[in-house]
């Protein structure tokens, strides 16, 4: 499985952006959705994901109210909508595939098997 994440760019703060992940090669569509970030010297830390139908969904608390994770199975391509950014949201962000249909809430790097390269989101103020 390749996952291709894009739509990363300089925007500045209370604007929008939405990055797209598209998913090729032996993919399922029933396989959940995640979107991590990972800001200079920190962490990578879990954003959002989406189970394999888009029926549920799960935010970190830091974006909770402000991105929207959704899916367009007939094109393999999971998104993140993120509004009202701050510069605190700068970051590389990853998407990532898990190889189960069963929603856990994914919350957790080891919860998912493929990732992609990232795109860099970065927040002026």
């Known amino acids: 499985v390749q996952l291709q994440a894009s739509g990363g760019g300089l925007v500045q703060a209370g604007g929008s952006l939405r990055l797209s992940c598209a998913a090729s090669?032996?993919?399922?569509?029933?396989?959940?959705m995640g979107w991590f970030r990972q800001a200079p010297g920190k962490e990578r830390k879990f954003v959002a994901a989406?189970?394999?139908?888009?029926?549920?969904?799960n935010y970190a608390d830091s974006v909770k109210g402000r991105c929207t994770i959704s899916r367009n199975n007939a094109k393999n391509t999971v998104y993140l909508q993120m509004n009202s950014l701050k510069p605190e949201d700068t970051a590389v962000y990853y998407c990532?595939?898990?190889?189960?249909?069963?929603?856990?809430?994914?919350?957790?790097?080891?919860?998912?098997?493929?990732w992609g390269q990232g795109t860099q989101v970065t927040v002026s103020s």
């Open positions: 989406i189970s394999s139908l888009g029926v549920n969904t």
């Open positions: 990532a595939a898990a190889m189960t249909a069963g929603w856990t809430s994914q919350r957790r790097q080891d919860d998912y098997d493929y």
């Open positions: 090669g032996r993919t399922d569509r029933r396989n959940v």
